[in-house]
């Protein structure tokens, strides 16, 4: 056996090593065991180049099996944080993974998938909206619950005035049609602040989060 054909043999060996007790990558082991496997069965190029065909087989099943790896870790990571828009990529990839007849297949479904996919992370990402608007909210708080002098009462009143008016303006004219932009007839669903993604990013506790949704919907009413 030529020098060159050996290094040929111990390259897909390391690639097998690499995976063999990664029990995260157990799908990739099997693959990279079966193209080495089959190298190693051969004595010579030219020996080997006559199996190109089910080489070409084992490489694109290798890369299916990669995929498939990083995928379902992708997803145990998204399911375990309840992140449940973003493990919709995953789920589409892992159910059409095994249709891929080419590598250039595996990449467009891929591609494909995650473009969709980033679109309904930025649609569930708008409710970042209701977050930002807390300095607003509060600072609304303090002015209908301050205790001031006589005098003072029509200029707090005023302020608190132009916060809804600014809020209203911001929310009519800027914020709903940019969201309408990536989801035609979008709405702010404020149901959306109780799962997991969302409550955890909020810090207050269940009965400040309601009073702050019901001022919210004074604050940019729908």
Not at 38 to 66: I, P, Y
Not at 157 to 185: H, N, R, T
Request: contains cysteine; hydrophobic residues 35%; negative net charge.
């Amino acid at each position: 056996m030529d020098q060159v054909y050996n290094d040929y043999i111990l390259y897909y060996e390391a690639r097998m090593k690499k995976r063999e007790y990664d029990p995260f990558y157990n799908h990739s082991y099997l693959a990279e065991k079966a193209m080495y496997e089959l190298v190693a069965s051969c004595s010579s190029m030219e020996e080997l180049q006559g199996q190109a065909d089910q080489f070409k087989t084992l490489s694109v099943q290798n890369a299916v099996a990669l995929v498939k790896d990083q995928e379902r870790f992708r997803q145990k990571i998204y399911n375990d944080c309840k992140e449940t828009i973003r493990a919709k990529a995953p789920a589409v990839i892992l159910d059409q993974l095994d249709e891929m007849k080419s590598d250039a297949d595996i990449v467009n479904m891929v591609n494909n998938v995650l473009q969709q996919n980033n679109i309904e992370v930025t649609v569930d990402q708008l409710m970042h909206i209701f977050y930002s608007d807390f300095i607003a909210l509060e600072n609304i708080e303090v002015y209908q619950q301050a205790v001031v002098p006589e005098e003072w009462k029509t200029k707090i009143a005023q302020y608190e005035k132009d916060i809804f008016e600014s809020g209203k303006k911001i929310w009519l004219e800027k914020e709903l049609p940019e969201a309408g932009q990536w989801q035609q007839g979008w709405i702010l669903d404020y149901a959306l602040l109780k799962e997991e993604r969302h409550r955890r990013l909020i810090p207050v506790n269940d009965e400040e989060l309601e009073k702050k949704i019901s001022l919210h919907q004074k604050y940019k009413p729908a």
